[in-house]
């Protein structure tokens, strides 16, 4: 049994080596280097650690982190949606669920339910972890765009609205880190690399 469970384990991380090659939107600090969601995943776990104190409520760090990890394991089968398109949702799908049934499922039986049930509960955000898991997944690519004057906004051309309302979602995890993150957001108006 043993010997059967460290297979699944290798063939599970393995598959998820792809996770490296697919590319983000948002690039790298001071950066033209779009990142990838395997650097995206351990910029969230460094962030987790660091800033773990700042959480509104008392939160298992562990699960947070992750959370974090394999947030976006998913998509490796899904893609990444760029959170904000204007044709497909970001949120949760049918497609992404497949995707994490799929690639959980390398895993033993045990490991593979704790995975899904980790990422659906990061999906729901409705848990402190969740909250504060997902406060620095939104907080992540602010930190960016702010450094390469404007980023994904300009390319895109990203109004603020549009910005401020996918960024509260900071909020519910860390006042400390929204409080920062809004100021960061109205400083980008007034610096003129975000549109009002």
Do not use: C
């Amino acid at each position: 049994m043993q010997t059967d469970n460290l297979l699944k384990q290798i063939s599970f991380i393995k598959e998820i080596d792809k996770l490296k090659y697919i590319q983000r939107k948002t690039k790298l600090f001071n950066s033209d280097r779009p990142e990838n969601d395997a650097e995206h995943s351990w910029h969230l776990a460094m962030m987790t650690i660091v800033l773990a104190e700042h959480s509104d409520k008392p939160i298992d760090v562990l699960k947070v982190l992750k959370m974090v990890l394999i947030h976006d394991i998913v998509e490796i089968d899904a893609g990444d949606t760029f959170i904000y398109d204007s044709e497909k949702n970001h949120t949760n799908t049918d497609e992404e669920l497949a995707a994490a049934k799929r690639i959980f499922g390398l895993l033993p039986t045990e490991q593979a339910e704790e995975f899904i049930a980790i990422w659906e509960e990061f999906e729901e955000s409705m848990t402190d972890e969740a909250k504060f898991a997902k406060s620095m997944d939104r907080f992540e690519p602010l930190l960016q765009n702010t450094s390469n004057n404007g980023g994904t906004w300009a390319e895109f051309n990203v109004p603020y609205q549009k910005v401020y309302e996918k960024k509260k979602a900071i909020k519910h995890g860390s006042t400390a880190i929204w409080n920062y993150a809004e100021n960061l957001i109205n400083e980008s108006v007034v610096r003129g690399i975000l549109k009002k």
